[in-house]
């Protein structure tokens, strides 16, 4: 019998990478399911063989009956399901992004901790494959204490025709993939105090900015720049593939195209390739993000077992959800933000 038994909420486009993420870990049963559209519930079930299916997650959880619950739903319904889960005493996990506002962000988390539930945001990009090579790099050594560093995102993928609802928000991709790339860059270089940024639309078919470049300063004194685009057209589509390039006192680390990664330092220059596996349920070109999301969960269970936070705790999300909401706040005064006003 399963050690660990899960519920998930929201059966739509990218819960079907949880789904199989979870079913992959041999300690983890998902014993019930929530959806308010039925025909994604009848698909989602039936491929992963769930009989308790629920409409209502408020009926989910009165009939309880499980150790987590995964939240797979879009934004606007993260607050009032992870305050359902606190009501109820269980540990949660939700999507990015944490919330529509940061006060949502913060009013979850005290929620959480009331309630004395753990809870972490699934925010799995730094839990790839080459961000993880990238750190190691860094905590070795090699290339000395890092000074300036640039994480980037720039492609013409149409993630519209998967995630429709993309097109549509005010704000799109800052709060939706640039999230990540912060985040990335907290990983690497530690938290930011300022931050300053520009945003430009260049699809007229959406609603919302499909360009963002941020300059960010970092506690430990390095200075970054965080550049995303959706409106980018390359000779060789990189999505989703996150650039990364860091100068240190030692030497320099540049992470390109197709997983290459190139290590330059007083002991020589080494490249070497820091490509994702392609897990058996897993498709080109997601396969990057797809096993981000089995490691993360993977994550999730062995700090659930050890009673410890994971390290994308609601907590600790607050202040990639900050960096999202200076950014916003940045472009639209055309000033730079300090973090300290805000969290
Ligand atoms: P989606 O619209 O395809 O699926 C969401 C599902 O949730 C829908 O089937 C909807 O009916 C259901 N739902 C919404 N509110 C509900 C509620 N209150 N109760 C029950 N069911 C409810 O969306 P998606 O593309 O799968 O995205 C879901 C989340 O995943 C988003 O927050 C998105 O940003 C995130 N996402 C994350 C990654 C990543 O790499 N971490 C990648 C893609 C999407
Ligand atoms: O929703 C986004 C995410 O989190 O990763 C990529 C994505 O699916 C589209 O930008």
Redesign the pocket.
Same mark, same amino acid.
């Given at each position: 019998m399963a050690r660990f038994k899960g519920a998930l $909420?929201? +059966?739509? /486009? /990218?819960?079907?990478?949880q789904m199989h993420g979870w079913r992959d870990l041999a300690d983890v049963e998902i014993v019930a399911i +929530?959806?308010?559209?039925p025909e994604?519930?009848k698909i989602v079930g039936d491929q992963f063989g769930v009989a308790r299916r %629920?409409? #209502?997650?408020d009926e989910m959880f009165s009939d309880g009956g499980f150790d987590f619950v995964d939240i797979?739903?879009? =934004?606007? #319904?993260?607050r009032?399901?992870v305050e359902l889960a606190a009501r109820h005493k269980v540990p949660a996990i939700c *999507?990015?992004?944490f919330a529509p506002t940061l006060a949502d962000a913060k009013a979850m988390v005290a929620a959480a901790e009331a309630a004395g539930i753990p809870l972490m945001i699934?925010?799995? /990009?730094r839990w790839q494959t080459p961000i993880l090579a990238v750190r190691q790099v860094l905590d070795s050594g090699a290339i000395g204490a890092p000074f300036w560093g640039r994480v980037s995102f720039r492609s013409g993928f149409d993630v519209f025709s998967? *995630?429709? %609802?993309?097109a549509k928000g005010k704000r799109f991709i800052i709060?939706?993939l640039g999230i990540?790339s912060l985040d990335i860059a907290r990983f690497l270089f530690g938290d930011a105090t300022r931050m300053t940024a520009r945003t430009r639309r260049i699809n007229p078919a959406i609603a919302g900015e499909d360009v963002a470049t941020m300059l960010l300063d970092h506690e430990g004194g390095v200075t970054s720049i965080v550049d995303v685009s959706y409106a980018t057209r390359l000779p060789e589509e990189p999505f989703?593939e996150t650039f990364v390039e860091i100068d240190g006192d030692r030497g320099t680390l540049r992470l390109g195209k197709d997983y290459r990664l190139t290590v330059h330092s007083p002991d020589g220059t080494t490249q070497s390739t820091v490509a994702p596996s392609l897990l058996p349920w897993a498709s080109r070109p997601w396969h990057n $993000?797809q096993e #981000? =999301?089995a490691l993360i969960q993977r994550h999730w269970i062995e700090r659930l077992a050890a009673g410890r936070e994971p390290d994308t705790s609601g907590r600790d999300n607050l202040k990639t959800f900050a960096l999202v909401e200076a950014a916003y706040l940045s472009a639209e005064r055309g000033e730079t933000v300090s973090l300290g006003e805000l969290l």
């Open positions: $909420i929201g +059966c739509g /486009f /990218f819960a079907v990478n +929530c959806d308010r559209d994604r519930l %629920y409409a #209502s997650a797979a739903t879009t =934004v606007g #319904s993260h009032a399901l *999507q990015k992004p699934h925010e799995n /990009f998967g *995630q429709p %609802y993309l709060e939706d990540h989703p $993000i #981000s =999301v």
